[in-house]
């Protein structure tokens, strides 16, 4: 089991393939306070090349991370820190969610030719059009439904049952449209990962209360060099709309939408999203798609 200490702390990782003159993947879990899956089928994509994955500190087998340090600074110093000691000279740059959020915060700090692309899935970049697409979706639930949420947010009750069902029959909408695979994320065991989502977006997917709920990196897509493909599901909660947007407004920006998915897009369509991936990987590198 691979671990990385580092000035922060203690890193766990995974890797998949073979170093080759082919960039590497460095692959961003969603969140904030998630995990990586070392058998997600995104290491699929490690195919005459490496894939890295790892999760980031505060969360899962990682390293402890104090209040004081749940900041996007402490995760990009984090990332940092493993590509010197992965020894990447080059590399492909890519993250679902909170991931991309990431992808994105370590590309502006460190606009390097290090980084061949970016592949930005179902991405927050701005939690105001985060919080314009939840409030959209949401006026599609029942009206009950919406009630629900309204008062349990007026109230601070976002712990309390009929919240969490309302929760779920949300997710199973626009978040995870597996009900096994959904009840599986739901209870997955990770309390020190939900007390930074907590701290840093909120309560729930609903709306953002944290630290991150003002960030907003729209304004920098112009400053970002690198070919950059975003992905989006036909149901995700990072609408596509949203998703073709925001690839109109970067220099080298992609836009693709994968039908019948929603936001977990690995555990729903992971053979679909590969294969976009890999076609944009092959357009960067001016190789030829074997798909």
């Known amino acids: ?3 990385i200490e580092h000035a922060l702390g203690r890193t766990h990782y995974t890797v998949r393939g073979h170093r080759s003159k082919r960039p590497a993947i460095v692959w961003l879990h969603g969140g904030p306070g998630g995990m990586h899956n070392p058998k997600s ?3 699929d994509l490690a195919e005459g090349r490496q894939v890295y994955s790892y999760t980031q500190m505060g969360s899962g087998k990682s390293g402890d991370l104090p ?3 749940r900041t996007i600074a402490t995760f990009v110093k984090e990332l940092r820190a493993l590509t010197r000691a992965w020894e990447l000279e080059q590399f492909h740059l890519m993250g679902g969610s909170w991931g991309a959020t990431l992808a994105l915060e370590y590309y502006l700090r460190y606009p390097t030719r290090q980084i061949k692309s970016l592949v930005l899935q179902s991405p927050m970049l701005s939690a105001h059009d985060w919080q314009k697409d939840a ?4 006026k599609q639930l029942s009206k009950d439904d919406q009630k629900v949420i309204r008062y349990c947010h007026e109230i601070d009750a976002t712990d309390s049952a009929i919240y969490q069902a ?4 949300y997710y199973r909408k626009h978040v995870l449209r597996n009900d096994e695979k959904l009840d599986a994320m739901l209870h997955r065991k990770n309390p020190r990962g939900g007390a930074i989502y907590q701290y840093m977006w909120g309560p729930s997917e609903f709306v953002a209360t944290g630290t991150l709920k003002d960030h907003d990196r729209t304004g920098d897509f112009a400053a970002v060099e690198a070919p950059t493909l975003i992905v989006c599901g036909e149901h995700d909660e990072a609408t596509p709309d949203t998703g073709r947007r925001y690839a109109k407004a970067f220099p080298q ?6 039908r019948g998915a929603s936001h977990a897009i690995w555990e729903e369509k992971p053979e679909q999203l590969g294969r976009k991936i890999t076609a944009f990987l092959s357009e960067v590198e001016g190789t030829a798609s074997t798909n």
């Open 41 to 43: 089928r995104l290491f």
């Open 166 to 169: 309302v929760m779920r029959r």
């Open 67 to 69: 209040a004081h340090r």
């Open 135 to 138: 409030n959209r979706l949401i």
């Open 1 to 3: 089991m691979p671990f």
């Open 253 to 258: 920006g992609h836009f693709e939408m994968i």
